[in-house]
């Protein structure tokens, strides 16, 4: 769960910085002047790699745990695989299990990103450009900010429930998804009107709730669930197979998220991702199950 919400501050602080780079460098200056948006676009750069930077000098500094050579630990990993992979199709509880944890990933992965990623071409869309001139990417920097700033409050309350009992996990996952669809929905179903209407606020404001509902379960239980499901000599190997097809559902939203609102309009890419929510609820609801139902395997 404290991964989950260090990733989701780690999605807020992208806008944060380029919010402060802008008021650095001046708006005008970085929309006008060549070396103003040289020098912000690269230290943004410069700013993104150093989480990986920190995170290779931690591992190189960890003592490795693994004492076989490079041939003798590829070919445990290979029989790990094989393992893994014959446990999957010789037992019906434990792809049932793939299945749920894999597609629930799958779904959530395409339900966010594609939003989270082309938040910043959304809001350049909604705010109003003649109006806003120089202030424009000012504007939309502050605005992108404050939409992720919503996840946060959405990260701490999900941290609270995980640990609730009473609602479960799989609960939680299965009513987080459902708060989705309806959020995705009312986006959709209310951005004609306010774009036409030029109400940018209310379109900021309904981002952002959004933005806290996409924070507020299914992000951090699709993770948990699957390491609560198989039991240790397995668990790495199943557990990497589902966070692949999360990978996928990833790439797919952010590949598709963009030409599905220039071809039929945002409502639709909306709808997509409200959709692939929808989906994620039904697996839940048919497949995943909580730590305390599971029969020991």
Request: aromatic content about 8%.
């Amino acid at each position: 769960a404290m991964t989950s919400a260090f990733m989701i501050a780690g999605y807020m602080l992208a806008p944060v910085m380029m919010l402060l780079t802008v008021l650095v460098l001046g708006s005008d200056k970085v929309t006008e002047q060549v070396w103003a948006t040289e020098v912000g676009w690269r230290f943004l750069l410069g700013a993104g790699a150093m989480p990986s930077l920190v995170a290779v000098r931690e591992i190189l500094r960890t003592p490795d745990v693994i004492e076989d050579s490079p041939r003798e630990a590829g070919r445990g990993v290979v029989e790990e695989v094989r393992m893994a992979a014959a446990a999957v199709l010789d037992d019906a509880q434990y792809m049932r299990r793939l299945v749920a944890a894999g597609g629930s990933l799958f779904c959530y992965s395409f339900a966010f990103y594609g939003c989270a990623i082309f938040l910043p071409h959304i809001l350049h869309n909604v705010i109003d450009k003649n109006d806003r001139g120089e202030e424009l990417l000012l504007v939309t920097s502050l605005a992108a900010a404050a939409v992720h700033a919503a996840a946060v409050p959405g990260a701490i309350v999900a941290t609270r429930l995980i640990v609730d009992e009473g609602i479960g996990r799989r609960r939680l996952q299965l009513l987080s998804f459902v708060v989705i669809v309806a959020a995705y929905a009312v986006v959709g179903l209310t951005y004609p009107s306010l774009k036409r209407g030029d109400n940018a606020t209310a379109i900021i404001m309904l981002l952002a709730a959004l933005f806290f509902c996409l924070s507020s379960g299914a992000g951090m239980t699709t993770f948990i669930l699957p390491q609560e499901a198989f039991p240790a000599d397995v668990r790495s190997t199943i557990i990497g197979a589902a966070a692949a097809s999360g990978t996928i559902g990833a790439a797919l939203s952010s590949y598709t998220f963009a030409p599905l609102a220039r071809q039929f309009g945002l409502p639709f890419a909306f709808f997509c991702s409200a959709a692939a929510a929808a989906a994620g609820a039904l697996i839940t609801w048919r497949l995943s199950e909580d730590s305390e139902q599971m029969d020991p395997l």
